[in-house]
């Protein structure tokens, strides 16, 4: 949402054109409605966005009584890019502080909500078992149901499961909006999903997150911001009421073209077969790869 802003200057008013976003991103320095208008000198004509800007402030005050930290990651921080080598020196600092809260309340054991390139998420470290437990009672989901894990790198797959399929078909599918079913290693959390041999790992084409799983330096347990069996939220005020079960909110703005179908999520545990769990919003290009480039056919055996 974009909104006419006039803005004070001596002798004269000049008209501006600016995004929620970019008044979230100052409220983040600005500790009042007051001061941040008195800052920036901004008559705001628009009621909608005044309205929304209450709404900033009123999450604010929420969270701030339930210890919860709500992070707006502006557009500009969210093109971190992933590893030391390549992130560009100009990147917003408040990227880098983000990761920092948002790592340090996954290793206190910490439920967090992240944005990623489907839907939003919940997450947790993997390997503390505690963590896990927390994520199944706030979304008072079902202990048969498994999580999937997420990490930063396409190596990574190869430390917590056990690759059958050629490397490049993983690099063809992730990072993407795709999970792929895999035998899980022995290294991997036994209480994590303990009634399977097989594991659901996710490399989100998204950059905070692949940053967050390569600064946590272990996978993270990740699974819809949602009650369960609710829609999938692509909005942080979608799954406001869980907002006070969590240690840190990262709000990235709207997510993709709300299309709410999540991964595609695909078994490839059996040699030379893939068989569809989940069909996502990836289905058709999954497939295509899956067939045409690596000769895979579908497993219709019942499970």
Same mark, same amino acid.
């Given at each position: ?13 000049? =008209?501006?054109? %600016? ?34 800007? !209450? ?43 983000? !990761?920092?809260?948002? %790592? ?37 989901r079902n202990g ?5 894990? =997420? ?18 078909? !993983? ?15 022995? %290294?991997?959390?036994?209480? !994590? ?61 709207p997510i993709g ?29 999954? %497939? ?16």
């Amino acid at each position: 949402m974009r909104v006419i802003v006039w803005r004070r200057l001596p002798g004269r008013l000049k =008209c501006y054109f %600016v995004s929620r976003e970019h008044v979230a991103t100052k409220l983040n320095d600005i500790l009042s409605m007051h001061t941040f208008f008195k800052h920036l000198s901004y008559f705001i004509i628009s009621r909608s966005f005044r309205n929304s800007l !209450l709404a900033i402030q009123q999450e604010r005050a929420m969270c701030k009584e339930l210890k919860t930290k709500v992070l707006y990651l502006s557009p500009q921080s969210q093109t971190v890019m992933n590893g030391p080598s390549a992130r560009p020196e100009e990147k917003l600092q408040d990227g880098a502080d983000f !990761l920092n809260s948002t %790592v340090a309340a996954l290793k206190r054991g910490e439920v967090v909500a992240v944005p990623t390139d489907t839907v939003y998420g919940l997450a947790c470290l993997a390997q503390n078992s505690d963590a896990i437990k927390r994520v199944y009672d706030i979304k008072g989901r079902n202990g048969q149901k498994p999580l999937a894990i =997420c990490v930063g790198e396409i190596q990574d797959i190869y430390k917590y499961c056990k690759v059958s399929v050629k490397k490049e078909m !993983l690099e063809d599918l992730l990072p993407g909006p795709v999970t792929l079913v895999l035998e899980r290693a022995e %290294v991997l959390n036994p209480d !994590l999903n303990p009634f399977t041999p097989l594991v659901g790992v996710r490399i989100p084409d998204h950059a905070f997150m692949r940053r967050l799983c390569q600064m946590c330096g272990e996978p993270l347990a990740l699974t819809s911001a949602n009650i369960s069996s609710h829609v999938s939220s692509v909005a942080v005020h979608e799954f406001q009421d869980l907002w006070p079960r969590l240690a840190v909110v990262v709000d990235g703005g709207p997510i993709g073209d709300h299309s709410r179908l999540g991964s595609t999520v695909v078994d490839l545990s059996v040699l030379g077969k893939y068989r569809i769990i989940r069909p996502g919003c990836a289905f058709s290009s999954t %497939v295509d790869v899956l067939e045409h480039k690596y000769g895979l056919s579908e497993d219709t055996r019942q499970q």
